[in-house]
């Protein structure tokens, strides 16, 4: 898995922990520690699939659309690294049987695994991340 997934948790939560005020792309990557340039890139990812809004000018900023107990962490997977636990696999010797039918297999189980791992990701929310980071 890429690190995006991981990198818009923490942008959504970081959100949450500022509810009712809108925060700048410049605050958000100070906490999470990327490059602006990335960062941006997956603010722009969650605000085309409406889980933060965001205003420019003066008092511009971003912001959840959503209270965080509405957003679930199947939808940030699905939109920063679905498809990425599937393994690559290498050409392979198509006169082995092993080699002709492993990648095919290999697939068809990180795929289901991948589809446990969303409906497990479906019952945590941001606000479950919050809670607990305000716990520790």
Same mark, same amino acid.
């Given at each position: 898995?890429?690190?995006?997934? @991981?990198?818009?948790?923490? #942008?959504?939560?970081?959100?949450?922990?500022?509810?009712?005020?809108?925060?700048?792309?410049?605050?958000?990557?100070?906490?999470? @520690?990327?490059?602006?340039?990335?960062?941006?890139?997956?603010?722009?990812?969650?605000?085309?699939?409406?889980?933060?809004? @965001?205003?420019?000018?003066? $008092?511009?900023?971003?912001?959840?659309?959503?209270?965080?107990?509405?957003? !679930? &962490?199947?939808?940030?997977? $699905?939109?920063?690294?679905?498809?990425? &636990?599937?393994? $690559? #696999?290498?050409?392979?010797?198509?006169?082995?049987?092993?080699?002709?039918? +492993?990648?095919?297999?290999?697939?068809?189980?990180?795929?289901?695994?991948?589809?446990?791992? +969303?409906?497990? &990701?479906?019952?945590? !929310?941001?606000?479950?991340?919050?809670?607990?980071?305000?716990? @520790?």
């Amino acid at each position: 898995m890429n690190s995006d997934f @991981s990198i818009a948790v923490h #942008c959504v939560a970081y959100l949450a922990q500022k509810q009712n005020q809108r925060v700048t792309s410049e605050d958000i990557a100070q906490s999470v @520690s990327v490059h602006p340039v990335r960062l941006r890139k997956i603010l722009s990812i969650l605000r085309k699939e409406n889980i933060i809004t @965001s205003k420019e000018g003066a $008092k511009g900023g971003f912001s959840l659309n959503d209270p965080p107990e509405h957003i !679930t &962490l199947d939808k940030i997977f $699905k939109i920063t690294s679905e498809g990425t &636990l599937v393994p $690559k #696999c290498p050409d392979s010797n198509e006169n082995c049987p092993i080699g002709k039918n +492993l990648s095919n297999i290999l697939i068809r189980i990180f795929h289901n695994a991948e589809e446990h791992f +969303l409906n497990y &990701l479906k019952g945590v !929310t941001i606000k479950d991340i919050v809670d607990e980071i305000n716990n @520790s």
